[in-house]
């Protein structure tokens, strides 16, 4: 019963890495109706700009907010500099940009800091929690970073102006722009957000997977499932997604097949979501009527 609920409470862990990476992923497709395949190696990127701030001497927390700030606008400025010239273009020369992104940024990664895998800190004690053994100190304080960054996320579009203006944007950009909202810059600081909510999520599955080059393949993947079983168009179903990813991941790997193939399991609930339910648990279903 321990080594379940152990399993349980570190697919939460895991699962809300997932669910900040899949919350990006669905911000930038609700704003652009396109997925951004590049963004799990921008969060790497930013998770290596962490690691050096920490090794020239910058305290954890000093480096992590920092890295937030410079994935922000990083974000912002990819989507000024390099999508904004495609917005218009088929949706073919938009998927290459996004690949050509996600291979600039990793090969540029290994080209500064090499391909040696790296030991990436954790802000968190060694010692297990309330001295138990069900969860890490790493586990608990993932899981309460990733819900504070959800919850202020939620609040940020729920009861702010520019989070409304935001919302408004890229729901119904030619009424927006009626009413005097900068469609233009609504997507560009929705896309510095996405980067740091991934940012966030690179720094704090690195402790666990180590920092390399290719460290957020395998999670995007996951993340990718995730946004798609709750729905690639709502926020709220990406991060549900997140969490039940994360779970079944660490169930099914612990019991049914085995830790070798656990990245199956994100394929496998990708091809049966896209199957049974195109839309998702939460998003919306479309009816054209002819």
């Known amino acids: 019963m321990d080594a379940f609920a152990h399993q349980v409470i570190a697919g939460l862990a895991t699962g809300g890495i997932y669910a900040s990476l899949a919350l990006a992923m669905v911000m930038i497709y609700n704003a652009t109706h396109h997925l951004n395949f590049a963004q799990g190696e ?6 290596y700009l962490c690691w050096s701030m920490i090794n020239a001497g910058w305290p954890y927390w000093g480096s992590f907010f920092a890295t937030i700030l410079i994935a922000f606008v990083l974000g ?3 989507e000024r500099i390099i999508l904004r010239p495609v917005e218009r273009a ?7 940009v996004f690949i050509g992104l996600l291979v600039i940024l990793n090969s540029l990664a290994g080209w500064i800091y090499t391909y040696t895998i790296k030991s990436f800190p954790s802000p968190f004690p060694t010692a297990p929690p309330f001295g138990s053994n069900l969860v890490t100190s790493h586990e608990l304080g993932a899981i309460s970073v990733t819900l504070v960054v959800l919850l202020l996320v939620f609040l940020f579009f729920r009861y702010t102006p520019l989070g409304l203006a935001m919302r408004a944007a890229s729901q119904n950009p030619e009424s927006s722009r009626l009413v005097g909202i900068r469609v233009g810059w609504m997507l560009a600081l929705g896309w510095g957000m996405a980067a740091a909510i991934g940012a966030t999520a690179g720094m704090m599955v690195a402790p666990i997977v180590f920092l390399d080059p290719n460290m957020m393949t395998g999670i995007l993947l996951y993340a990718f499932a995730a946004a798609l079983v709750g729905g690639i168009d709502s926020p709220g179903g990406a991060v549900i997604g997140g969490f039940l990813v994360g779970v079944l991941e660490n169930l099914i790997g612990a019991y049914v097949i085995g830790t070798e193939l656990k990245l199956t399991v994100a394929l496998v609930l ?4 896209l199957i049974v339910r195109p839309a998702g648990l939460f998003g919306k279903v479309i009816v054209t009527r002819v």
Do not use: D, K, Q, R
């Open 76 to 78: 912002a400025a990819i």
């Open 42 to 47: 921008m969060a790497m990127f930013a998770t």
């Open 90 to 96: 088929p949706v073919l020369t938009v998927v290459v």
């Open 270 to 273: 990708i091809v049966g979501v």
